[in-house]
């Protein structure tokens, strides 16, 4: 079974750093593109960053993160990263991993189940 | 930035109604559009990529269709489990989500 397992979340303060892994099983990992995405409380979706898969390993960000996250990911341990520095109160969220459909792909079709930070 | 425009926000529906719900870019996006599906506290669910082309698993009530700047998701005979919150979400220059569509029943 393809399965995303999110953790690292919890509650920060304003300045501060976190690194929210994500733990992927059940798939090839290194062949697909990864994406962050969260959700603020009561709100839509947000897009955060993604790397694509295969040889590239290229990244990409929101504006709003550009600058203070990193993703980066250990395809030997099948775990997606997103170093977070410089945290704001408008970060706080649940923050989801997500798998493309392929290596340069941006069309998510599988979730984990999401892990709530909170900056504060 | 791209921005993306759903619409309505909100709609009420009856089991058996035929939904649809529009998104508007604000530039060409060609057929770089998603569309997601979200019930309250889950993940959300990929039901449309590439603007028509339907997620393996997913029913066939749900259509996408569109390119351009126009684009829409069309739910054919409302079911139960449809009742939920969909997101379009453009890829052609980074990524974009709409501001979403509650389907509420009626």
């Known amino acids: 079974e393809v399965q995303l397992l999110e953790s690292g979340g919890g509650l920060v303060q304003p300045g501060g750093s976190l690194r929210l892994s994500c733990t992927a099983s059940g798939f090839t990992f290194s062949s697909y593109a990864m994406n962050w995405v969260r959700q603020a409380p009561g709100k839509g979706l947000d897009w955060v960053s993604a790397i694509t898969g295969g040889s590239g390993g290229s990244t990409y960000y929101a504006d709003s993160v550009k600058g203070r996250f990193t993703i980066s990911r250990d395809n030997s341990k099948n775990i997606l990263y997103l170093q977070m520095n410089s945290l704001r109160a408008e970060d706080t969220a649940v923050y989801y991993c997500a798998k493309a459909i392929a290596a340069y792909s941006s069309s998510s079709d599988v979730w984990g189940q999401g892990t709530t930070v909170t900056v504060s | 930035d791209i921005q993306m425009t759903q619409s309505p926000s909100s709609l009420s529906a009856s089991l058996g109604d035929r939904v649809t719900i529009t998104c508007r870019a604000s530039?060409?996006?060609?057929?770089?559009l998603n569309w997601y599906q979200q019930k309250p506290g889950k993940a959300p669910k990929l039901l449309i990529y590439a603007a028509s082309s339907l997620q393996s698993g997913v029913p066939s009530r749900f259509s996408g269709s569109g390119s351009g700047t126009d684009f829409t998701l069309t739910i054919s005979t409302l079911q139960p489990e449809d009742f939920a919150t969909y997101y379009c979400?453009?890829?052609?220059?980074?990524?974009?989500f709409g501001g979403g569509t509650k389907v509420e029943i009626k």
């Open positions: 530039q060409s996006i060609y057929s770089y």
């Open positions: 979400q453009q890829s052609h220059t980074s990524l974009t």
